[in-house]
């Protein structure tokens, strides 16, 4: 089992930046995937970005890139989302999720077994 948790969500103004962090326990991740989702209300769970725990290779979404930065520190089992120059859009539920590294797409929600409980990051205009 993995436990995550969320913090550093909270209200920011457009253009502001905003740092997330993700502390995990309960398991070695040298193999694991650990990716940020986000969720607006009436809106499917949107895949943001991913790190590879061990290599550190990162991948974002088209829609952050140029934003946001996810980083990963491996002495404090901790992930890291570093969000710039935000804007209202980015309003969301942030989640952090693990998955045992698999070749299947990274962007599909449904495929990450471990997940924290979410943290409010709202953005105002």
């Known amino acids: 089992q993995v436990q995550l948790v969320e913090s550093g969500g909270g209200l920011v103004p457009a253009g502001g930046p905003l740092r997330l962090s993700c502390a995990a326990s309960?398991?070695?991740?040298?193999?694991?995937?650990m990716s940020w989702f986000r969720q607006a209300p009436g809106k499917e769970r949107e895949f943001v970005a991913a790190i590879r725990w061990t290599a550190g290779g990162t991948y974002d979404a088209d829609s952050v890139k140029g934003r946001f930065t996810i980083s990963r520190d491996n002495a404090k089992y901790t992930m890291y989302l570093q969000m710039n120059s935000l804007k209202p859009e980015d309003t969301a539920v942030y989640y952090c999720?693990?998955?045992?590294?698999?070749?299947?797409?990274?962007?599909?929600?449904?495929?990450?077994?471990?997940w924290g409980q979410g943290t409010q990051v709202t953005v105002s205009s």
């Open positions: 999720a693990a998955r045992v590294y698999t070749t299947s797409d990274l962007r599909s929600y449904n495929t990450y077994a471990y």
């Open positions: 309960g398991r070695t991740l040298s193999a694991y995937t």
